[in-house]
């Protein structure tokens, strides 16, 4: 496959733009064209990326490394494919399956490479886990492709896989059947009724059995005793169902071989066959009498007439179901039923045999279909059960939830549902591997088994996620199983030699009183455990109405907020800073502001932690750093003296790879001199020291100036104070409100960073007392309501106009 100029146009087609990210890379390794997934994907606009090359995206990735492998790959092959890595222009880490063709020219010369790329994050992010699950389903399909015929279909019926039974059975390729439905084998034999039946049982998510005779491409007819599993999706309804059958066309070809046996040689006939035959009627006791017992799976199992009487006349037998199937038929009914006996299951068939209207004797037929009941004992419990841990799943847990629901409709007995979150096992699994990971899943499945016993079922949900359902508990002892687990769960696991911790965060909900259904109750425990993790983790919370409410407004926030920029509903105040020695303004600190469209004015201290805590603030931390800093040189070209602009930055921020090359790029943008940018950060994001000092010295050699926020609040050491590369400390509000009591503080801040030639910044002045102290001990700054109040744009401009422009 390949592409020449003169047929290609960069937008391609439809389906290619709407469905893949594209790009195209001329032979340097620039990129000379982007469609808008590719952007949407990467955060960068369009003129960000023409002109850049790949590295931009993955820096470890060299452009001349990948241009040298294309050149070799092309030379043979005409397609090269490979799954890459690529950081976004926010550090977001993705997975692309990338699809690279050669562009030729109308002579042939080779100008570009076409690149259409599709996320796949999500499943490489699983990828381990789903492991096991292709063994497991390689074990399994070798088992069913031994044992049985095997047919998968879609939702709506359509064939998506058959083995080679399927095939050799009904005569058509594996390509002939593929994409079709099962009407192409459909004989006429059974009314549509009969099928209609058949799908209302499996897409309510039941599994139908039942006898099917098929036609084959060469115009056999062919009988398959036919079990159909459901699998069940997240939202409940089947996404594909599973056949497994046995041919039974021998058997029912025993079945019409009999009447003509009967009259015949019948026991000659019969001792061939691989089933087994038998016939019984009523003796003169109105006993049932085995008469006849036949096949060569009855000499297998050393089975007589005498030992089928006994199982039939013995009261006491394991087997009532089989005793009340025969006299059934000795009512005249003919039926099929399951039968186990030893370690085999036989699929039994009754014909009764009429003369005047009155049954003479039954005659039976057994099928051996052991290694079929094992495929599907198989197919069901991966169906209702997790592959790794072998706990009941997501099914299995709503079901029996579902039915304990049904049960206790009447009497509202209550029952509860823990749901269990492992605080921090995604950095086990990070530094550790997914191999460690998965064995520590395995371990806590089988202390939390150990720990609810018969009292109970544990099940898991997904990841790191369980749910334990206590039928029989009141709220009180419920609270004892939950502190329990968390105490246990707690104490170390041994994994390959390593001592490993972990905790549960635990969120719980009762029935009825926190919902009457499986899905709210889920949800609601999901809520309290969110609690849980919030109120410090290693801890249970019960679920509350206010709990969900204030659930129900972060995560309102939250999805307002992601579109907050785009709706250009977010925007800065400006709060002056005044020299104390000169009275001027000579700096103003940029604060977020949230004027909501419907809601008015939020809060930041209600959406600045939501943010920081789902990453949002990326994006927007570098809109409020490129919006200061362009208002500030809007300032200067004014014709305003320079002053200086303090920008918070959040601890993602500041941890980002790409925040020293987003702070360069700001100013380059936006013309600003470094001079005039102050990055303020807080003090608690100086603990990790060597990071922090690195980071430090790399704003201070752009020119940048740096401040320590709300200084006095947190714990940062003395010596590691002196070794930061910082220009500026600012004194806590809170010291300055509790003037009176705090005073000693706030002179040793002072005369600290004399002694370190920093100035100081004292933040929440709001009276003359406090500013003339402040004055006396030599504070180089101040901000405050005394002087103004955080002002929108337009007001600051004013501001400074009046100031300058009198």
């Not at 009969?194 to 062919?222: A, C, H, P, Q």
């Not at 907020?561 to 020695?581: D, G, I, M, S, V």
């Amino acid at each position: 496959m390949s592409f020449h100029t003169s047929t290609f146009n960069p937008s391609l087609s439809t389906l290619f733009e709407e469905s893949f990210c594209l790009s195209l890379i001329d032979l340097h390794g620039r990129l000379t064209y982007v469609n808008q997934n590719f952007c949407e994907l990467t955060g960068y606009r369009k003129d960000e990326l023409i002109g850049s090359t790949l590295e931009l995206l993955n820096k470890e990735r060299l452009i001349a490394d990948t241009l040298n492998v294309l050149k070799e790959h092309f030379a043979v092959h005409k397609v090269y494919q490979e799954t890459v890595c690529i950081f976004s222009k926010y550090s977001q880490k993705y997975w692309l399956d990338v699809t690279i063709v050669p562009i030729y020219d109308p002579i042939g010369q080779l100008t570009h490479y076409l690149s259409l790329g599709i996320d796949i994050t999500d499943s490489k992010l699983v990828s381990h886990e789903f492991a096991k699950t292709r063994n497991d389903l390689h074990n399994f399909k070798y088992a069913l492709d031994e044992a049985a015929v095997v047919a998968i279909c879609n939702a709506q019926g359509v064939i998506t896989y058959v083995n080679d039974q399927f095939c050799q059975l009904s005569k058509y390729s594996r390509d002939e059947l593929i994409g079709n439905t099962h009407r192409v084998v459909n004989s006429g034999t059974h009314p549509i009724s009969f099928f209609k039946e058949m799908w209302r049982t499996i897409s309510s998510g039941r599994v139908w059995r039942g006898n099917i005779r098929n036609l084959s491409k060469l115009g056999d007819y062919y009988w398959v005793n036919t079990t159909i599993v459901p699998f069940i999706g997240l939202d409940g309804e089947p996404f594909q169902y599973i056949a497994i059958r046995q041919d039974v066309t021998s058997h029912k070809a025993a079945e019409s071989s009999l009447e003509i046996a009967l009259k015949n040689d019948f026991n000659t006939t019969v001792k061939n066959l691989q089933n087994a035959i038998f016939k019984y009627s009523f003796d003169e006791n109105k006993n049932i009498n085995i008469t006849l017992l036949e096949g060569k799976i009855v000499k297998k199992l050393g089975m007589t007439t005498d030992t089928l009487n006994q199982l039939a006349f013995n009261e006491d037998s394991d087997l009532p179901n089989f005793k009340r199937q025969l006299l059934e038929g000795l009512l005249g009914r003919s039926s099929q039923f399951e039968f186990e006996y030893m370690s085999y299951t036989f699929l039994v068939y009754l014909s009764p045999i009429l003369e005047e209207r009155r049954v003479v004797e039954v005659v039976g037929t057994a099928i051996d279909i052991s290694d079929r009941k094992k495929a599907e004992k198989l197919v069901e419990h991966m169906a209702f059960h997790d592959h790794l841990t072998g706990l009941p799943n997501r099914r299995l847990l709503k079901q029996t939830v579902e039915d304990l629901i049904d049960k206790r409709a009447k009497s509202n007995d209550p029952f509860a549902l823990l749901f269990i979150d492992l605080d921090r096992f995604k950095n086990i699994n990070d530094s550790m591997g997914h191999y460690v990971g998965d064995q520590l899943l395995k371990a806590v499945g089988e202390r939390l088994k150990l720990l609810v016993r018969q009292c109970g079922l544990v099940a898991r949900l997904s990841g790191d996620e369980f749910i334990i359902l206590c039928t029989s508990t009141t709220k009180v002892g419920v609270q004892l199983i939950a502190k329990r687990i968390v105490e246990e769960v707690s104490k170390s696991f041994l994994i390959n030699n390593l001592e490993i911790f972990i905790a549960p965060s635990i969120g719980i909900s009762m029935f009825p009183e926190d919902g009457k259904d499986y899905d709210t109750l889920i949800r609601n425990a999901d809520s309290a455990m969110y609690l849980a993790k919030q109120s410090g983790k290693s801890t249970y919370q019960f679920f509350t109405v206010e709990l969900y409410n204030d659930l129900m407004e972060r995560t309102l926030i939250e999805m307002e907020l992601r579109q907050a920029l785009t709706k250009e509903e977010l925007t800065l105040h400006y709060q002056p800073q005044l020299n104390f020695e000169t009275g001027e303004i000579n700096g103003v600190e940029a604060l977020l502001r949230w004027d909501h469209s419907s809601r008015g004015m939020i809060s930041p201290g209600k959406f600045i932690p939501i943010a920081e805590e789902t990453g949002i603030i990326l994006p927007i931390g570098l809109w409020v750093l490129e919006t200061a800093c362009k208002k500030a040189k809007e300032w200067q070209d004014f014709g305003y003296p320079p002053i200086q602009m303090s920008v918070n930055v959040s601890l993602r921020q500041f941890k980002s790879p790409t925040f020293i090359s987003d702070l360069k790029n700001t100013l380059l943008k936006t013309g600003l001199q470094p001079q005039y940018l102050n990055i303020e950060i807080t003090e608690s994001m100086t603990s990790d020291v060597d990071y922090c000092q690195r980071i430090l010295q790399e704003i201070r050699e752009i020119g940048v100036n740096t401040s320590i926020d709300d200084f006095g609040t947190g714990y940062s050491s003395l010596n590691h104070l002196s070794k930061f590369p910082i220009t500026h400390l600012k004194i806590d509000q809170s010291f300055i409100r509790e003037l009176s009591t705090n005073s000693v503080i706030v002179k040793a801040i002072i005369d600290l960073a004399k002694n370190l030639h920093l100035r100081v910044i004292a933040e929440g002045v709001e009276t003359e007392e406090q500013a003339e102290f402040l004055k006396a001990l030599k504070c180089d700054e101040a901000q405050g309501f005394l002087y103004s109040r955080p002002l929108p744009c337009h007001e600051i401009t004013n501001l400074l106009k009046s100031i300058y422009y009198k």
